[in-house]
């Protein structure tokens, strides 16, 4: 049996044991093996030696970030405690001021935060078109608005452009309340949640009104063309080939594009292929065009959702597997 006590003098208590110590409820679960006591600004482990250890050095790095930032989400809380390996829980402590890209309203400081998404970045910076490929939560879209909204307030574009393909994703557009654009926003809903993490509420307002930042489902795009602009086609997997095309078209002087998409999320009718997979394929070798490929390590949102994509990556693999075996067997015969 070891013990060991921890102070938290440096830190806000409240904001390591959370409201009503929601926090620390999540830490006890994570070791249910431990004893774990609080009082006042300590907290004292009792347990084996290794569970003892590990959850030290859990505890210290979310000391070290509540002392830089002084502020963590339990999400936060709960993805450094369930992250098993050094690099997974090290972006949280990062200390180089140069890997934030932006600082949202209250202070809060936007990152690049695995080792795919500053890829992301470093290939923005060097080429004007990326494709950024991956599976959900994986911050792809997160990382791309940052870079735009980095580039309009360094003053190096004049307007950011963010849009998506209106796909019916399993529902129907017609049977949707409202006019055209109402029925359309909730598609184009992720894009807002990025801006409002990254700009004070009333000057997003004023940037849409002026329409420095314009967000417009793709079809918008046709016959354009976007100069000194920074654009982001989300869920590019839903556009066509011609949408696509077209889209890459309409890229002029001083712009930049980012596309990103998951090719395992086509919504596309059965008869329609996506054009992402085409363009990716097709523009593989071109100087001034990257492709970014993430994927599970890179997820960021609840520690679940990297458990879910792998359990969907089986299942898909084994239909795979099921449906080629009947033609294996009658190449045998």
Known sequence: MTETTIN???VNPIEFFGVNNGKLDILKKKFPLLKILSRGTQIKLSGSPEQVENAKEKIELIVQYLERNGHMSANYFEQILGGDDAEIVDHFVERNPNDILVFGPNGKSVRARTAN???LVQEAEKNDIVFAIG???TGKTYTAVALAVRALKNKLVKKIILTRPAVEAGESLGFLPGDLKEKIDPYLRPLYDALDDMIPADKLGYYMSTRTI???PLAYMRG????NAFIILDEAQN?????????LTRIGANAKAIITGDLTQVDLPRNQ???LKTATRILKNIEGIAHIELDEDDVVRHRLVKAILRAYDKEHKEEEIKEFRPYRDK???
Do not use: C, N, V, Y
């Open 117 to 119: 998404q500053k890829k």
């Open 224 to 227: 354009r063309t976007l100069d």
């Open 273 to 275: 292929k996506s054009g």
């Open 8 to 10: 938290l003098e440096t």
């Open 239 to 247: 556009a066509t080939d011609l949408q696509l095309k077209m889209f």
């Open 214 to 216: 314009e967000i417009a």
């Open 331 to 333: 190449d045998k015969s």
């Open 135 to 137: 599976p959900a939560g």
